[in-house]
């Protein structure tokens, strides 16, 4: 036989792609001829080498539709934990303090409460007015107010909205009251901006 018409088991996967090992499969299964020579090796005749080729090419082939889907999967993951994170991340908030509408999660609506009704122009700008009833009886406490437990059983407490205003006059009409039971002296605060000035006049309550 001609040498330059044959090709051993190494050459041939060179020539097709593929490893040794492959080939020398395919010529124990039978699917590829070749002759077996004395050192071992396998003599493979050149015309043999397509059915090599075909099989190099199906391999190719398998390994780029792998490829194709392992990369259409991991775009999947990539999408799927980016929308993750968008909604756990706390939402983001602009330099006016704003949620950024872009990123914002949708909340339910709610249903508006009824907050009681604050009259801002006769507080003449307070700092730290009153916003609760509890916020109301420590700031009573600074005007003479035995403690914070004793507006609470004042008829009409809960119902008088907590401005300085407000519970103040409700304060003095208990002291103007002379069957009312009390152990505390209205009296003015040190701020000059106070509306307690207004309602006082400057003078202590007397009792």
């Given at each position: 036989m001609a040498t330059q018409d044959y090709v051993t088991a190494r050459r041939a996967a060179d020539l097709c792609g593929l490893n040794e090992?492959?080939?020398?499969?395919?010529?124990?299964?039978?699917k590829l001829q070749a002759e077996r020579l004395a050192d071992g090796d396998y003599a493979i005749p050149v015309s043999a080498l397509a059915t090599l080729r075909r099989v190099a090419k199906e391999r190719a082939h398998r390994r780029g539709d792998l490829a194709g889907q392992l990369a259409t999967l991991r775009a999947e993951v990539d999408a799927l934990t980016a929308r993750l994170d968008a909604l756990t991340m706390p939402p983001t908030r602009t330099h006016a303090g704003h949620q950024d509408a872009a990123t914002?999660?949708?909340?339910?609506?709610?249903?508006p409460v009824r907050m009681p009704l604050q009259r801002a122009t006769t507080d003449r700008g307070v700092p730290g007015a009153p916003i609760t009833h509890a916020d109301a009886a420590r700031w009573l406490v600074r005007h003479g107010i035995a403690s914070e437990t004793t507006p609470k059983s004042w008829p009409g407490w809960r119902e008088t909205p907590p401005t300085p205003a407000d519970v103040l006059a409700l304060a003095l009409s208990f002291a103007d009251e002379g069957n009312w039971r009390k152990s505390w002296r209205l009296h003015p605060c040190g701020d000059s901006g106070c509306v307690c000035h207004d309602l006082l006049g400057g003078q202590?309550?007397?009792?």
């Open positions: 090992r492959t080939v020398r499969r395919h010529i124990a299964s039978g914002a999660t949708p909340r339910p609506t709610a249903s202590v309550a007397s009792e």
